[in-house]
Structure formats: C-alpha cells, structure tokens
C-alpha cells in the first residue's frame, strides 16, 4: 500500500519463456544410448541449448553400470530480478556441467541391491547474495566446483523387516551453503498387520552453514535420530506418531537459524 492507502503491485514486469524437448533411446544389445537437448528461449536472455547424453552396459546379471553427462541451466525468476532490497535486474543465467559414472545391482532374487556413483559438477554465474555500491544485493558471483561418491544399500530381510544404508562424500573446491562434506545414514522399517514403524539416525559432518561473501562458517558433526509409527485402529480411525531430532542435537543448517531441538508430533486420521 501507498502512503495514501492505494494498493500498488510490488512489481509489474512481464517476461516470456517456451521451451521444446527431444528425447532419443536405443538399444543395443546389452548397451543402452539415451540422448535428449531442450532449446530454451526467454525475452530477456534469448535462447540456449541444454543438452544431455547417458549410455548404459548391462555387464552383469542384474547389474548395470551408466555413464551421463548433462548441463545445467537456470533464468533467474521475477522475485530476483525485480523484487525486494537484493534484486538485480541484471542477473545472468546459471549454467553448470555435471557428469556420473554409476554401478548399481540386485542381488538375492532381489532383495538385496547396492550402488555406486562417482560425479563432478561444474558451474558459474551462481547466484548468491554480495555487496554493491553499499548495499546488499544479488550477483553472479559464485562458481561451483564440487566431486565425490555416493554409496547406498538396502535388504529387504523379510517377515516385515528391512534395512538401508547410504554414505555421501563431498569434496568442494569452492564452500556452498547447506553442503556437508560428509553424510551417513543407516534406518530400518517393520510392518506387520496394523502396525508400521520406521526409523533412522544420520550423521553430519564438514556443513558450511555461510560461505563467501559472509564470514565462512562450518558446522561441526551432529548426529540426528528419527522415528515414524503408524496404527490403523479400524477402517476409520489411523494415528500417525513422529519424532524428529530425539537426541535434542543443537544444530544450523543456515547460519544464525538453529533449527528444532526434540520434537513430537502426533496425528489421528478418519477415514470417513
């Protein structure tokens, strides 16, 4: 509202985007080819090809191993560009390249499976939020330059029982907010009749809660459990039960935001 008392819009901008898609998949044996482009064109930034390409090799008996590479392609939206204290109405778009190699299998008639994966990711022009003439605002500052491995697992042991696991890696060669370096988590789920109940801890460790253009921060590891349960009493009544954060770990995940300590949740569902 104005200072007379009219309602004026926050902003009154008008900008167009169409996109097209390609997609192509062979087979070739035991090989798979996958190939796709998306021609993307706005009024602002004018057009750009986003291409990617994947091959996969069946080498095993329920095994595959995958190779892709991608990019990555972003306009930066109308709150960016014109909206609020930090808008930028030059802002260029975000680009990145990533590229995976990955191993995945199934083993024991499937109940068991496991994967592997290997990756890269290059980017620049990503927006973040720096200083200009004074004052805060939007730029095209960071680059992004991450590589590691990811690892999962998962048995599916029978008589309502499962478990899985999955481990992270990151190596950063430029800090990004919210990225920790390593994560771990192992969880289990039961369901049996009426009843189903799972639950899981996870492990953080090496997270950059600020980064460049603020005082680098990084968080120390933090351990974090949660449990889910569910009843259905009858076909009408179900009470869900969530607990999130049970050891009560103080943590950020953003600097200067702490997030939840231990925290209950309880719901009753009717099914009417």
Known sequence: ?????REE???????DEIAGYADFRQSLGRLTVDAGVR????????TEWVPQAGISLRAARDGALKAMVSKGFRNPVLRELYMFGVKNPDLKPERLWNYELSWTQRLAGGSVSYGVNLFYIKGEDIIRRGRADGRNILLNQARIENW???ADAAWRIGGGWSVNANYSWLRMEYP???SPEHKLYAGGDFGKGRWSVSTGVQYIAGLYTAAAPDPEVREAG??????RASLRVNRLLTIFVRGENL???RYEINAGYPMPRATVFGVLKLNL
């Open 1 to 5: 509202f104005t200072a007379d008392g």
């Open 9 to 15: 819009p926050i902003v009154d901008q008008t900008e």
């Open 39 to 46: 021609i993307d064109h706005h009024t602002r930034t004018g």
């Open 148 to 150: 590691g491995a990811e």
């Open 176 to 178: 990004v907010p919210a």
């Open 222 to 227: 933090f351990v974090l459990w949660n449990l």
């Open 247 to 249: 050891l009560a770990e």
